[in-house]
């Protein structure tokens, strides 16, 4: 059944948390539609996919002000687009990384944000046998630099992959910097201005939850 | 305000998963105190530290069947020790991680992991080139191995590191080796039978989320 219906093209404020983590998820279902040659979808079909009530999928879709049309639904590829409007990916994000242990390696490393629009710019750390080396490309400078390099670059986003002793003094930087959201790896709340934009990416918290439903839900043969 | 109170000692099911995540942050916010020396704590102490009203602390710590006691608290050491236990850090989870990219190699090679019980035994990968060598002193094996060797070594926790084209082939050949637990860094929606336990670590979608708030709470200079 679908249930695509013409819609406002305004998107709308105050979209859920749970509502932007999904659009991303949606679009990568579309581009697999799409490099399989298909140039229409449903809600229905959407949900189907992402175990989503069509309703859901529709409701999130009307903040990227797609319109779908009744009975023939969406277009895959104007679908695409609105997602990557909405989601601002045709923007670039300059970034700051500062932790250039294993986890701010990978996410040096890691091409496809690039897709997402952001470009980490420079990593930091304060070990002296990590400063001046090259990381992907990238050369690892002093923490000591990153408030003022961050403000004469005007970087608004700072990655935290610091262990968890220095991410809020790695934070308290990128603020006196000018840096206005936080993605945050490190396992502890930071204390931060009310201003201030986080996203906790909390992987010790997740692995914990992970396990102890396993143990709960399984006895170990 | 100290509303510490005597709890039963049985742990009681039926815990929510942002229970679950903020217990590991207590417990790091605990070890910090117990570094300095502090040997009692609050519920409202650690409210503060955790932007999170007493009540709920209270209601968390209730799930690990500790004991506080009225006007004095919680023993630090005590509540560090039933947190590690409740979530089963005390116990070993051998670990099969699919894809020895950037990510997997930084997982791989996280040390920390330890301390919450998880080993990762063996890492897999289907690029010719990548199999046979060596990431933080593990072999990277061909990737349809997995399946016969997870089953052979009752690997019970499977971690996808391998592209979002590749997750749900690595995921099938994961279940079929008898692995109950999938951790997901993978973009996008696994289809998997009911009883198989998810953890999405969806980085893409909380990067979106991430530079959708920036760019409507702040323009760029």
Redesign the interface.
């Known amino acids: 059944m679908s249930i695509d219906i013409q819609i406002s093209n305004t998107a709308v404020?105050g979209?859920s948390?749970a509502s932007?983590?999904?659009?991303?998820?949606y679009h990568?279902?579309l581009t697999t539609l799409r490099d399989r040659g298909i140039t229409k979808v449903s809600c229905s079909l959407i949900g189907q996919?992402?175990?989503c009530i069509p309703v859901q999928v529709r409701k999130d879709l009307q903040f990227t002000g797609v319109v779908g049309k009744p009975k023939t639904g969406y277009s895959v590829a104007e679908l695409i687009h609105s997602i990557e409007t909405?989601?601002?990916?045709n923007?670039t994000?300059q970034a700051f990384l500062a932790g250039a242990g294993?986890?701010g390696?990978?996410?040096l490393?890691?091409e496809?944000?690039t897709n997402?629009?952001?470009r980490i710019v420079a990593a930091f750390d304060s070990d002296p046998l990590k400063i001046g080396s090259s990381i992907h490309g990238k050369t690892v400078l002093p923490v000591e630099c990153l408030a003022e390099l961050a403000q004469r670059m005007?970087i608004?986003?700072g990655i935290i992959t610091a262990p968890?002793e220095y991410a809020q003094s790695v934070a308290d930087q990128m603020i006196r910097g000018g840096i206005?959201?936080i993605?945050n790896f490190a396992?502890?709340?930071l204390k931060l201005p009310p201003?201030i934009?986080i996203?906790n990416?909390?992987?010790?918290?997740?692995?914990?939850?992970?396990?102890?439903?396993?143990?709960?839900?399984?006895r170990?043969?």
């Open positions: 404020s979209i948390d932007l983590f999904r659009l991303p998820q990568y279902f996919e992402m175990n909405f989601l601002g990916w923007n994000n294993n986890l390696t990978a996410l490393g890691h496809r944000f997402l629009g952001l005007s608004q986003l968890a206005r959201a993605w396992p502890l709340r201003h934009i996203q990416e909390d992987l010790y918290s997740s692995l914990s939850a992970l396990s102890w439903k396993l143990a709960r839900c399984f170990t043969p």
